[in-house]
């Protein structure tokens, strides 16, 4: 069984377990709209044209394990990332495989006016809601994961709820299916998610493909510093980054982060 039909499986029963301490029902009368639609796209599409960065905050990956110590504090990590010029934050929220919890991202949303994806398998609708009602801007729709027919659904309940939706692909057949889909943001995975290679190449390939300027393309995973943001930027002009382990095990957390925008 690969890892993403263990985790599609793992989640479902999650879910399935979630309803039944908190009902859809009584999330969606909890649920406030408020004046924040595409707040995760336009933070993005106002820095066009200049390097962007989407912070995130996990504490482990299937490929590595444990890579933080639970007693860092999450807050701080946050704090600097809005301190030093990052664009949007992405946190991690899988209890299971990345060692994240809901509560990250609540705790989290109380402290900063940056916009906020939640990072996470979505495999019904009952987490879109969920995910509106703990403040995220934005949630992740992974092709791999899920058939066309689902990642549209869920892309058109997130825009109802005023939620930004990330359409994540890994090749060429899944960047065709992701254009038709209206959501405005393709997150190009460089992390081929059942052997956890990982090529900032697909970025590359994927993105010289590209001549939507309604849609926004983000380039995901493989970063070892400035080299690579470079080298996909020149090649492409494609300037969004979501970048986790690089900053995660950071030592020097500000001068990496300064690094990289300048």
Known sequence: MSILKEI????LDFVKNQK????????????IIGDKKNYFYKKLRDEDNQISIIGEIKRASPSLGKFIDNNINIIDIARTYEQNGISCLSILTDEKYFNG???DLKQIRKQTILPILRKEFIVDEYQIFESKLLGADCILIILSMLNIDEADKFSKIAYDLGLDTIIEVHDASEFELAKKLNSKIIGINNRNLNNFVTDINTSIKLAKEFNNNEK????????????D???IYDETGLN???IGEYL????????HIIELLN
């Open 240 to 242: 969004n980054f979501l």
């Open 229 to 231: 943001i470079k080298k």
């Open 20 to 31: 039944k301490i908190i009902s859809q029902k009584v999330i969606e009368k909890s649920i």
């Open 216 to 227: 926004i393309l983000i380039s995901e995973s493989g970063f070892h510093g400035k080299k």
């Open 8 to 11: 599609y499986e793992y989640k």
């Open 248 to 255: 995660m095990k950071s030592k020097d957390l500000d001068n």
């Open 101 to 103: 919890s809901i509560e």
